[in-house]
Each structure stands twice: as structure tokens, then as C-alpha cells.
């Protein structure tokens, strides 16, 4: 079993940054994938950006330039630097690996940004 924790959500304000964390405990031997969803109020839940393990990327075409993630095997973590938010970045954000085929989800971190 792996066992996902977020950090790092709050409120900010339009232009502002943050930086969420990923901590992944239990069975994380092999995990091959880990990423940052986020679920906004009445809308589905969406890939915002993930990570290989062996380093490739993708992102949500609305976070290219503006989000960063780096994975961090050593410790299990992932992070999501995130700047320039806008108002349409506010949602729940939830950690997601990936390992053997079965999936894994943290509990969500919130992340408000105000105009």
C-alpha cells in the first residue's frame, strides 16, 4: 500500500506562488508515476501535471510555463511549484502515483487564489 500526503495549499493572491508537496510512504518501491490533479467546484478532476520516474513530463496545456513539477525519488516526493496563479487555479489539488497498475490517491490540498 502507499499512503499519499499533501502539503503546502492556503490562499493566495492573483500573481501569487505556492508550492505543494507529495510524501509518499508504505510500498514505494517502483512507483512509476506521480502526479497533481485538481478538482475545481462542479467540474471534473484533471491532470494537471505528472512525472516518470524516469523524469518525463507533462503538463495541462492551462499550467505550461506557469507550474513546475519535480520528483524527488530519493525522498518519495513530489512538487508542484506553481506561479503566476490566477483565479482559475483554485481547486482541491490531489497527489496521485502510480504503481503495478494500481493507483493511489492523497486526501487533497486546498488552494484558493483571490483576485
Known amino acids: 500500500q502507499v499512503h499519499l500526503v499533501e502539503s503546502g495549499g492556503g490562499l493566495v493572491q492573483a500573481g501569487g506562488s505556492l508550492r505543494l508537496s507529495c510524501a509518499a510512504s508504505?510500498?514505494?518501491?517502483?512507483?512509476?508515476?506521480m502526479g497533481w490533479y485538481r478538482q475545481a467546484p462542479g467540474k471534473q478532476r484533471e491532470l494537471v501535471a505528472g512525472?516518470?520516474?524516469?523524469?518525463?513530463?507533462n503538463y495541462a496545456e492551462s499550467v505550461k510555463g506557469r507550474f513546475t513539477i519535480f520528483r524527488d525519488n530519493a525522498k518519495n516526493t513530489v512538487y508542484l511549484q506553481m506561479n503566476s496563479l490566477n483565479v482559475e487555479d483554485t481547486a482541491v489539488y490531489y497527489c496521485?502515483?502510480?504503481?503495478?497498475?494500481?493507483?493511489?490517491w492523497g486526501q487533497g490540498t486546498q488552494v484558493t487564489v483571490s483576485s
Open positions: 496521485r502515483a502510480l504503481k503495478n497498475g494500481f493507483e493511489h
Open positions: 508504505g510500498s514505494t518501491f517502483s512507483i512509476n508515476f
Open positions: 512525472v516518470g520516474r524516469g523524469g518525463d513530463l
